[in-house]
């Protein structure tokens, strides 16, 4: 073994040496990880040598995930692919370590992939460098039983021939590149699930303006945000592309510049409404864009779209300058329009709570399921007292969640986080306590009432007998 604990072959490999690698290697279900080279440190004349005594057959047989990053010898990893793409195999992933892996050798290896492991469910061909169309075609075009793909693209490439795969449930498209994309036609009755990493959220809505892709699950992630206005226009492209009635989950996702606190790129209530009118969503993500414009009435607008919501995150991961509208009015409207609620995200204005008033307002509304509150950047000044509303309508509460991420790239968190995450770890003590009391006075009644019955059935008991 060398300083860099690289394998070095010292002999010529021998029958015997094969029939060792033999016993062991129908044991092998899974080869390799997505953070290493295919073989690791092993020299690549011992591979040779291995693929040598086998030129027929595998070199692992019952292989069912072979993972890899290419190899530091592209020329060996070529040689061996056709020798570990068994009829077992079930999940392929593979990285590009060079800018021509793709159009090199892979093409002729891919091509015949249907062959070699017909079973294939699941591929991930990743970059950082994007594929050739051509190769991804040749290779996925006839593998019947696949249902999820991962692949990475140049934003100008037509990706029309996606439409031959069939019986496809997930695919994860990164496009790579800032040039304009070119329009491509991709039709299919239904995805599970539809993940676009894209340069921003247009990239994403002018490459889809030829599909026709009905799916469950709609993630859009683009790298750079825009107004919110963009976002509103990007939303209303997409419908009848992406946007149908069988769409129960949505997550956009940003990583947002120097601008973010602009007011521009806060959502209003005219930003959600190309998402109103999917009354069967259940989960809406948009934990990454500021949600400070929207006030109470709003978001009651909003919800009452949504009735089986079961997760909503709303501008949760970051600190905004602008403080939020809404108060815990439209917290209570949110629980009350929409009861099925286990996961929520809320930015909301604390400071004007007070028990009288929260009394009121929660009186009837209560939501156990939700055992994890992400606060954000929510203001707080009295914790007693929002812990005092909270409690009201949200019985069970365990864990309050601040917002993750920095003011701005490279810089310091958000103002006071930690003075406001140690007010909310006060919030869930008082809470603690109430829980703790209400037990301790239910126990004490529950004692009373026994007492009394035993005090009763023993009286009549006394009148039997008399």
């Given at each position: 073994?060398?300083?860099?604990?690289?394998?070095?072959?010292?002999?010529?490999?021998?029958e015997?040496?094969?029939?060792?690698?033999?016993?062991y290697?129908?044991?092998?279900?899974?080869?390799?990880?997505?953070?290493?080279?295919?073989?690791?440190?092993?020299?690549?004349?011992?591979?040779?040598?291995?693929?040598?005594?086998?030129?027929?057959?595998?070199?692992?047989?019952?292989?069912?995930?072979?993972?890899?990053?290419?190899?530091?010898?592209?020329?060996?990893?070529?040689?061996?692919?056709?020798?570990?793409?068994?009829?077992?195999?079930?999940?392929?992933?593979?990285?590009?370590?060079?800018?021509?892996?793709?159009?090199?050798?892979?093409?002729?290896?891919?091509?015949?992939?249907?062959?070699?492991?017909p079973?294939?469910?699941?591929?991930?061909?990743?970059?950082p460098?994007?594929?050739?169309?051509?190769?991804?075609?040749?290779?996925?075009?006839?593998?019947?039983?696949?249902?999820?793909?991962?692949?990475?693209?140049?934003?100008?490439?037509?990706?029309?021939?996606?439409?031959?795969?069939?019986?496809?449930?997930?695919?994860?498209?990164?496009?790579?590149?800032?040039?304009?994309?070119?329009?491509?036609?991709?039709?299919?009755?239904?995805?599970?699930?539809l993940?676009?990493?894209?340069?921003?959220?247009?990239?994403?809505?002018?490459?889809?303006?030829?599909w026709?892709?009905?799916?469950?699950?709609?993630?859009?992630i683009?790298?750079?945000?825009?107004?919110?206005?963009?976002?509103?226009?990007?939303?209303?492209?997409?419908?009848?592309?992406?946007?149908?009635?069988?769409?129960?989950?949505?997550?956009?996702?940003?990583?947002?510049?120097?601008?973010?606190?602009h007011?521009?790129?806060?959502?209003?209530?005219?930003?959600?409404?190309?998402?109103?009118?999917?009354?069967?969503?259940?989960?809406?993500?948009?934990?990454?864009?500021?949600?400070?414009?929207?006030?109470?009435?709003?978001?009651?607008?909003?919800?009452?779209?949504?009735?089986?919501?079961?997760?909503?995150?709303?501008?949760?991961?970051?600190?905004?300058?602008?403080?939020?509208?809404i108060?815990?009015?439209?917290?209570?409207?949110?629980?009350?329009?929409?009861?099925?609620?286990?996961?929520?995200?809320?930015?909301?204005?604390?400071?004007?709570?007070?028990?009288?008033?929260?009394?009121?307002?929660?009186?009837?509304?209560?939501?156990?399921?939700?055992?994890?509150?992400?606060?954000?950047?929510?203001?707080?000044?009295?914790?007693?007292?929002?812990?005092?509303?909270?409690?009201?309508?949200?019985?069970?509460?365990?864990?309050?969640?601040?917002?993750?991420?920095?003011?701005?790239p490279?810089?310091?968190?958000?103002?006071?986080?930690?003075?406001?995450?140690?007010?909310?770890?006060?919030?869930?003590?008082?809470?603690?306590?109430?829980?703790?009391?209400?037990?301790?006075?239910?126990?004490?009644?529950?004692?009373?009432?026994?007492?009394?019955?035993?005090?009763?059935?023993?009286?009549?008991?006394?009148?039997?007998?008399?």
């Open positions: 073994m060398t300083d860099d604990r690289k394998l070095l072959i010292q002999r010529p490999v021998t015997a040496d094969w029939s060792v690698f033999e016993q290697a129908s044991r092998v279900r899974i080869l390799g990880n997505a953070d290493f080279d295919l073989f690791g440190g092993i020299d690549a004349e011992f591979v040779y040598a291995m693929i040598g005594f086998r030129s027929q057959s595998f070199l692992v047989p019952n292989l069912r995930t072979l993972c890899c990053k290419g190899y530091r010898y592209p020329d060996v990893f070529h040689s061996c692919m056709r020798y570990l793409l068994g009829p077992n195999l079930i999940y392929l992933f593979v990285v590009s370590p060079t800018e021509g892996f793709w159009s090199s050798a892979m093409p002729s290896v891919l091509s015949d992939l249907d062959r070699y492991s079973q294939l469910e699941v591929i991930e061909f990743l970059g460098y994007p594929m050739c169309p051509r190769v991804s075609e040749l290779a996925l075009c006839g593998l019947t039983h696949l249902r999820k793909a991962n692949l990475i693209f140049s934003s100008q490439e037509d990706l029309s021939w996606i439409s031959r795969i069939v019986g496809l449930q997930e695919l994860k498209i990164v496009l790579a590149g800032i040039f304009p994309p070119l329009r491509s036609q991709f039709r299919t009755s239904y995805l599970e699930k993940v676009i990493h894209s340069f921003d959220l247009t990239t994403s809505g002018s490459s889809v303006a030829g026709v892709v009905p799916c469950r699950q709609l993630q859009l683009p790298t750079f945000a825009e107004s919110a206005v963009a976002v509103e226009r990007v939303l209303r492209m997409l419908d009848q592309h992406l946007l149908f009635n069988v769409l129960e989950h949505i997550l956009l996702d940003a990583v947002f510049g120097p601008n973010r606190d007011i521009g790129n806060a959502f209003t209530l005219q930003t959600f409404t190309p998402l109103m009118r999917f009354s069967s969503l259940k989960e809406v993500d948009l934990s990454t864009f500021c949600m400070s414009l929207l006030d109470d009435d709003d978001l009651g607008s909003i919800v009452k779209s949504w009735p089986h919501l079961e997760c909503l995150y709303l501008g949760t991961k970051c600190f905004w300058l602008t403080p939020p509208k108060t815990f009015r439209g917290l209570v409207t949110l629980l009350a329009t929409c009861p099925d609620l286990r996961n929520l995200g809320l930015v909301f204005d604390t400071t004007k709570v007070d028990s009288p008033t929260a009394e009121t307002l929660g009186r009837g509304v209560s939501n156990a399921n939700i055992t994890h509150f992400h606060v954000g950047c929510s203001p707080i000044e009295q914790p007693l007292q929002v812990a005092v509303s909270l409690s009201a309508v949200l019985p069970c509460l365990g864990e309050f969640i601040v917002e993750s991420w920095l003011a701005k490279g810089g310091q968190d958000g103002p006071d986080r930690q003075a406001r995450n140690a007010k909310w770890g006060e919030v869930l003590e008082h809470i603690g306590h109430t829980l703790i009391k209400q037990e301790s006075n239910a126990t004490v009644k529950t004692r009373d009432v026994t007492s009394w019955l035993t005090r009763k059935v023993a009286r009549r008991e006394r009148l039997l007998r008399c």
